[in-house]
């Protein structure tokens, strides 16, 4: 009798990553029929100011608030209990720039407060030559 030697099947360790390309493109296209629809938000009339990106900081800003019958105040030594107007704080903020170019400045407005009053706030401060201007919230 001849024996015959059976032959041994080697282990196959391969991986079928068919089933896993298949879920990766579906997932792909659930993304991208979704993505567009994340983006949309409510629909808002926003005020027109041309302003620039605040990108500086400074240890002691110059703070300068406005309340809800639209006076403004400038934080200077701690005192700003004195009205001004829009030409005032123009005129301070000029004169506090001359001597540091680089102040950084906060606007501070009552919750209340309009947002088109803070955006003509921030707006004329950068007119006044301000070379940041941020927000100061709570």
């Not at 001849?2 to 080697?10: G, S």
């Not at 240890?59 to 001004?84: C, H, M, R, T």
């Not at 005032?88 to 919750?111: C, H, T």
Request: net charge negative.
């Amino acid at each position: 009798m001849i024996k015959r030697r059976k032959k041994k099947h080697a282990l196959n360790a391969e991986i079928n990553v068919v089933p896993y390309i298949d879920v990766m493109l579906v997932l792909l296209v659930i993304f991208m029929v979704t993505a567009p629809m994340l983006t949309q938000g409510v629909k808002l009339d926003l005020p027109q100011a041309s302003s620039d990106p605040v990108d500086a900081s400074d240890i002691e800003p110059l703070i300068v608030s406005v309340d809800l019958a639209s006076q403004y105040y400038i934080n200077v030594g701690g005192d700003d209990l004195e009205p001004l107007t829009a030409a005032d704080v123009e005129v301070r903020v000029q004169k506090i720039l001359r001597s540091n170019p680089a102040k950084l400045i906060l606007v501070r407005g009552d919750k209340n407060v309009t947002y088109q009053q803070v955006i003509t706030l921030m707006t004329l401060l950068q007119g006044a030559g301000a070379p940041s201007v941020g927000l100061v919230t709570e």
